[in-house]
């Protein structure tokens, strides 16, 4: 039997890939933009809706970065409008492990899953660093070792503070009195180096039992975690190949801890680019990574990556011929770009030398490489084949523009994956997230 | 002429009196359900209510003086976070000020602040809070994050006797200046979208918030734009003199609970003499004053119901109740409407019934009456208020600069 696709609606972020440029590009922030992404993915039947986090504007050499989109909403908040006006999609937001507490962010997940009738997700993440931390109470507090131990716990914490309440425990029985059944909500104790919790929960058991856990580090630590925890990995390998190592070496690990090959899945991050022919699309797509990464963004990276005002440089130039600046870091927000530089450096020289790329050409290589370029028919195919041939269970799909970003995808790609018999023709009314994904509501394991 | 006020509604659980769950007319079984709020707000939005107020606290037993409270069985236990059903609620409502109650000592000011910035962006400018200051030992142990705070409420009932509850203002304080900065931290026009120059924004337009505090710091901006109302409208209940003026210091709005009239005017010379202290003239202090409602279609009726609820639970309240007709209710505001609040916050005794009295009798008697202020279609919840759109701090700078 055929296995079905999974697909989860990236909300555009604050990377250069969504571009701001382009006449047709609508606000970020106003919450129409939100309700018509929203109702477009539903229209869509995507799994689930996903939005990442904000928790400090970038900077770049000690100034906010002013070339990408910026400002976004907080993520609870918009989950919970948007749960208003969907009916069926999941909603699913990135929230940190390491500037919340569980007993506040579990009430909240639950919240959510109530006002949505079990739509509800957690894309857990683990940032720990200082500059992040400079807007919160403990700042900087939690070495970058222990932030995946903090995770866990923090995830496992969550879990029996969702199951603590009987499913069965509101009475509310007029006659005799009773609201609460007799030992109707668990006491949850834990305490450890990080956590010292004696908490009675107040949130009532949630209709998914317990929300949507996504996870989306790619270490060691990270695909322990998700093995443990997740029910979705939100991964990166998108190349063919590479993804089924991945899929093979994740899903390997499940069996050891009780759990089924389908009670994880896995979602990568795919861009797509449409034309009527392969030749169109091509074409698009350079026009795309042309708009996404424009010459002042290509010199930005760089200077990201070596740590130095590159602003003399030539973007349409080759790679500078100059060693990085080992010194306090001058770009903050960004997702490690300056980490081991020099062993970066120099796998950034071998691309750049071998397909003979400017440095223009080489960022947009590493940044506007859109996954899926083709007829719509083209690219139908190749999800299905990533799927059918257990490479992913699905995608993350991204648009380059907000919020009409996958206007197209909804148009034109989806009515052929249902054509091919392996995506939903319509919702399952009343399905939760995990019902809609095909992950068990397994019963928490206390 | 008549003195015109301001109607808002309090909303927790089945209502305000501890047995109303077990009325006829409640739906207990639905308290944590969306069907649930969106009815009760829609119900009060449609009525033309300036704003509804969500309970919450970060307990199971909720913010209460019962000793018991850890144990009982026979009251309302599990809600949900009043920020989130907010949030839910904005795009299901139109004209209502949305204002859920928040704790300062445990959530992180930055999340608070961010979350009301897109409750305002979701409602489209109708985003308030009302905050408390304090925690209690449970919420302490259910965070597990820090031991200082409160014991409980002073033997005396005041709250400047006990040096922890006024440090619980002193940092309920420093979160609301958070909030307000952070509101701040965007200018209006910061996002420029200038193609020609490849710029997104004005860097020179967002700020960072730089605040440092007794409690907490906060070194960025916010991460959310600029809101429809710059800031969001900050309420706070207020019972006492540390509590007057705190609202005096942060807040547009400071709900009080007037014995009767007569008090009612007294508590306003009080708050006003804070007021003078402490803010400009420009930014005036709406007062409302509280009443528990309990509304039938006979006074006999009305006493016949709050005697059933009272042998069942008995209430203990810091507001004055008020039991009969919606005429009987109509006359106490009218009454406090000429002492000079400038609205009446009812917290309904069962919910929905209740509400629904107040949405389809004592509303209407009052419009005849002329004693409510009519929707006159402001834009946002502060203008509808009377209060000014807060210019950012730093914009402000610039033009003195």
Do not use: C
């Amino acid at each position: 039997m055929s296995r079905r696709i999974h697909l989860a609606a990236h909300f555009p972020g604050v990377n250069n890939t969504t571009v701001w440029t382009d006449p047709t590009a609508g606000s970020q922030i106003d919450f129409s933009s939100f309700e018509y992404f929203a109702r477009n993915a539903e229209r869509g039947l995507f799994d689930y809706l996903f939005l990442a986090e904000g928790l400090r504007l970038r900077e770049h050499r000690g100034r906010i970065h002013d070339l990408d989109v910026l400002g976004r909403p907080n993520t609870l908040a918009i989950l919970a409008a948007l749960a208003g006006v969907t009916e069926n999609i999941g909603l699913v937001g990135t929230l940190s492990t390491t500037f919340n507490e569980p007993y506040e962010l579990a009430r909240q997940l639950a919240t959510l899953d109530h006002l949505s009738n079990g739509r509800a997700g957690w894309n857990a993440v683990t940032s720990s660093d200082a500059f992040h931390g400079a807007n919160f109470r403990r700042g900087g507090f939690l070495d970058h070792g222990d932030r995946y131990r903090r995770a866990a716990e923090f995830a496992e914490l969550s879990k029996r503070l969702w199951s603590s309440w009987r499913e069965d425990a509101i009475i509310a029985d007029a006659e005799t009195g009773e609201f609460l059944r007799r030992d109707a909500v668990e006491q949850v104790v834990h305490t450890s180096d990080l956590f010292d919790i004696d908490a009675r929960f107040d949130v009532p058991r949630s209709p998914q039992n317990r929300p949507l856990i996504v996870q989306a580090g790619d270490s060691a630590d990270g695909r322990d975690f998700a093995t443990a925890h997740a029910d979705v990995i939100f991964s990166l390998h998108t190349e063919f190949e590479d993804a089924q190592d991945f899929y093979r070496d994740v899903k390997g690990r499940l069996a050891a801890v009780g759990r089924q090959e389908d009670d994880l899945k896995i979602l990568p991050a795919a861009s797509f680019v449409l034309g009527d022919t392969l030749e169109e699309a091509r074409e698009r797509s350079r026009e795309i990574a042309l708009a996404q990464v424009r010459p002042e963004t290509a010199i930005t990276y760089l200077e990201q990556v070596w740590n130095r005002d590159f602003s003399g440089y030539d973007p349409d130039g080759p790679l500078p011929d100059v060693d990085p600046d080992t010194g306090p870091e001058s770009a903050q927000g960004f997702a490690n770009r300056h980490a081991a530089v020099r062993s970066r450096i120099a796998k950034l020289r071998e691309v750049a030398e071998t397909e003979k790329l400017s440095i223009r050409d080489l960022i947009i290589r590493l940044t506007a490489n859109h996954t899926f370029v083709g007829t719509p028919g083209q690219v139908a195919a190749d999800i299905d084949r990533y799927v059918q041939e257990r490479a992913t269970d699905g995608f993350t799909v991204v648009g380059h523009l907000t919020p009409h970003g996958l206007d197209e995808f909804t148009d034109r790609v989806i009515p052929l994956l249902q054509e091919r018999g392996t995506y939903r023709e319509s919702y399952e009314e009343g399905a939760t997230l995990r019902e809609t994904l095909g992950v068990a509501g397994e019963p928490v394991a206390v | 002429m008549t003195e015109k006020v301001h109607i808002a509604v309090a909303l927790d659980g089945a209502g305000w009196h501890p047995a109303a769950w077990r009325e006829p007319t409640a739906r207990p079984t639905e308290l944590t359900t969306p069907g649930y709020w969106r009815d009760l707000v829609r119900a009060a939005d449609d009525a033309g209510l300036v704003l509804a107020t969500i309970e919450d606290a970060l307990t199971l037993e909720g913010r209460t003086t019962e000793s018991d409270a850890g144990i009982r069985r026979d009251r309302v236990r599990g809600r949900l976070d009043a920020l989130l059903v907010a949030s839910f609620l904005a795009p299901l409502t139109r004209r209502i000020g949305l204002v859920p109650t928040l704790t300062t000592t445990h959530p992180e000011p930055f999340h608070l602040a961010t979350g009301l910035q897109t409750l305002d962006h979701a409602s489209l400018g109708r985003a308030g809070a009302r905050i408390v200051a304090g925690s209690s030992p449970q919420e302490r142990a259910n965070f597990g994050r820090r031991s200082d705070g409160p014991a409980g409420f002073p033997a005396s009932g005041g709250v400047e006797d006990d040096p922890a509850w006024e440090a619980a203002f002193r940092e309920a304080g420093e979160v609301v200046e958070a909030i307000r900065v952070l509101a701040d931290s965007w200018e209006d026009d910061a996002i420029i979208r200038d193609v020609e120059s490849g710029r997104f924004l004005d860097r020179e337009r967002v700020h960072n918030a730089d605040f440092e505090g007794e409690f907490f710091s906060i070194t960025g901006a916010s991460i959310v734009p600029r809101s429809p109302q710059g800031q969001p409208l900050i309420t706070a209940l207020a019972h006492q003199s540390i509590p007057y003026r705190f609202a005096a210091e942060h807040a547009d709005v400071v709900f009080i609970t007037p014995r009767d009239a007569e008090d009612a005017a007294a508590i306003i010379v009080e708050v006003a003499r804070a007021a003078a202290e402490v803010r400009e003239e420009s930014e005036p202090l709406r007062v409302f004053a509280d009443l528990l409602v309990l509304i039938e279609d006979t006074t006999q009726q009305a006493h016949a119901t709050w005697n059933r609820l009272e042998e069942r639970a008995q209430i203990s309240t810091d507001a004055r109740v008020v039991i009969g007709t919606a005429e009987t209710v109509a006359d106490e505001i009218r009454a406090l409407a000429a002492a000079g609040v400038d609205g009446i916050r009812l917290r309904p005794a069962r919910l929905p019934a209740d509400l629904v009295a107040i949405t389809e009798q004592l509303v209407p008697l009052l419009e005849a009456a002329g004693v409510l202020h009519q929707d006159d279609g402001a834009p946002t919840l502060r203008q509808r208020l009377g209060l000014p759109r807060r210019v950012s701090r730093f914009a402000a700078q610039e033009v003195f600069a």
